[in-house]
């Protein structure tokens, strides 16, 4: 589903998304309709407009959060730093995409979006990560806060995902390492297979052995790890796409 307050916006990503195979787009509407659309519907992915007039996507999201299946959404903005970025994570987007992804990077967002997975597009990620990783780190400083969640936001801890608690620093390989720093810049397993030459079915196994060594569910929330081990670069990143 899509929604987005501009009509020529929706129906332009509408005939997008109707090109690739195994996907349906079962609506396309405004912020007011969102809610009544996805109980109609049931969408297993919503892509979300984060700025619009008619309804703001943070009070969208919250609506869409609130039914009893929930879908998978995913924040399209326009904006490398947008400030509400932080609020929608916590808010329970599983992705952040620009408005200019290409086709292609489209296409496996919203694949990975309904396999359950978590994806950021490159120019976003660190902006994401960083403004995050504060957040938590600033709570931790009170004693309050966990590694996923800030206290009172209503955020998940990872224990809630995996049943346990994340060491503060597990023990990594020099290669889970590569990759974690490959994944907290936004780049799909594709891409991280080509940076560092190793076939995508390898860098899924990583993937999923660094969740599990840091007891979380998702990329976003172990980029943030990411963060925390020094392995995210000072200068901002450009370019790519997303997740497992």
Request: charged letters at 25%; a negative charge.
């Amino acid at each position: 589903m899509v929604v987005d307050d501009e009509i020529l916006v929706r129906e332009g990503l509408r005939r997008i998304l109707e090109t690739f195979d195994g996907l349906d787009v079962v609506a396309v509407c405004s912020g007011t309709a969102a809610a009544e659309q996805a109980v109609r519907h049931r969408p297993d992915v919503v892509l979300l407009d984060l700025r619009m007039p008619d309804r703001d996507g943070l009070t969208v999201l919250a609506d869409l959060r609130a039914l009893p299946v929930p879908p998978a959404v995913a924040l399209l903005t326009t904006f490398d730093a947008d400030e509400h970025l932080d609020a929608a994570l916590r808010g329970g987007a599983l992705g952040f995409l620009l408005k200019d992804t290409p086709p292609a990077q489209l296409e496996y967002a919203v694949k990975e979006l309904a396999r359950g997975g978590s994806v950021l597009a490159p120019r976003l990620a660190r902006t994401v990560v960083r403004h995050y990783a504060h957040s938590v780190e600033t709570t931790d400083a009170g004693g309050v806060g966990d590694s996923w969640g800030v206290a009172g936001t209503g955020a998940p801890d990872p224990g809630a995902f995996t049943g346990r608690r994340a060491p503060a620093s597990p023990d990594l390989t020099d290669r889970e390492r590569d990759v974690l720093a490959l994944v907290a810049e936004g780049l799909s397993n594709t891409e991280i297979g080509q940076r560092l030459f190793i076939g995508t079915t390898t860098v899924k196994d990583h993937v999923s052995a660094l969740l599990v060594k840091f007891g979380v569910a998702n990329r976003v929330q172990a980029a943030v790890h990411a963060h925390r081990l020094g392995l995210v670069p000072a200068d901002p990143v450009v370019g790519g796409a997303a997740r497992r």
